[in-house]
């Protein structure tokens, strides 16, 4: 036994390194960028990518003709979500501290240790279910016009294009006198500005 376990530590260590660097490569590779996805936490990287979301309503919330109301509900929405996935991370992170103190016992209970991994997956459904349903209950505040018209934003942004709004991104502000929002059909100024956006 005293043979053996050297080894089955030497597996898990193998296993949890490649573990940490596949997450690490995901989230290099576009499923979420900056502090929130430094240790490779899903949760973390939703509650990045519903705050993208609603910043990116925000920035073009004359555009798409958002009133104050619905924004005050799309911030609620948001709030309520983050505050639900923060405490999924937070069990989760103590699950995985249970998981890792079981591994370490002389005699592994396999009973105990497979629930715990039932319940960290579970976490982790529930926290896809949580941000699911933020999405679709931000898509619900919005119109059919202001739907259509994210859609296309995103596709926008996903191909790498110009939104037509400088305050947006980066690659925005090529617009000038007489040129059109290729999204919303509206006039720019001649520094690439929609008009009536915000800045």
């Known amino acids: 036994m005293k043979r053996i376990l050297p080894i089955l530590f030497l597996c898990l260590g193998m296993a949890t390194m490649y573990t940490v660097s ?11 960028k900056g502090s929130s996805c430094s240790q490779g936490k899903a949760s973390k990287c939703k509650i990045t990518k519903l705050k ?3 910043k990116m309503l925000y920035w073009h919330k004359d555009a798409l003709e958002i009133t104050d109301d619905q924004m005050d509900q799309i911030k609620s929405v948001k709030h309520t979500a ?11 992170d103590i699950v995985k501290v249970d998981l890792k ?7 592994i209970d396999v009973d105990r240790v497979n629930d715990l991994i ?23 505040i919005l119109n059919e016009d202001q739907r259509k018209m994210v859609k296309k934003i995103a596709k926008h ?3 790498g294009k110009s939104c037509g709004t400088s305050s947006c991104c980066g690659k925005c502000g090529s617009g000038g006198a007489g040129k059109v929002c290729p ?3 509206k006039p720019l100024d001649g520094k690439g500005s929609m008009k009536g956006s915000m800045k």
């Open 101 to 107: 103190s079981e591994m370490w016992e002389d005699m």
């Open 118 to 140: 039932d319940q960290k997956y579970a976490i982790k459904t529930s926290a896809s279910k949580v941000y699911v349903k933020a999405i679709a209950d931000i898509l619900k």
């Open 157 to 159: 942004k996903k191909m």
């Open 52 to 54: 993208k979301m609603t």
């Open 183 to 185: 999204i919303t059909g």
């Open 22 to 32: 596949a997450d690490a490569g995901a989230c290099h590779k576009g499923g979420c």
């Open 82 to 92: 983050i505050k639900t996935l923060i405490k999924l991370r937070a069990d989760k």
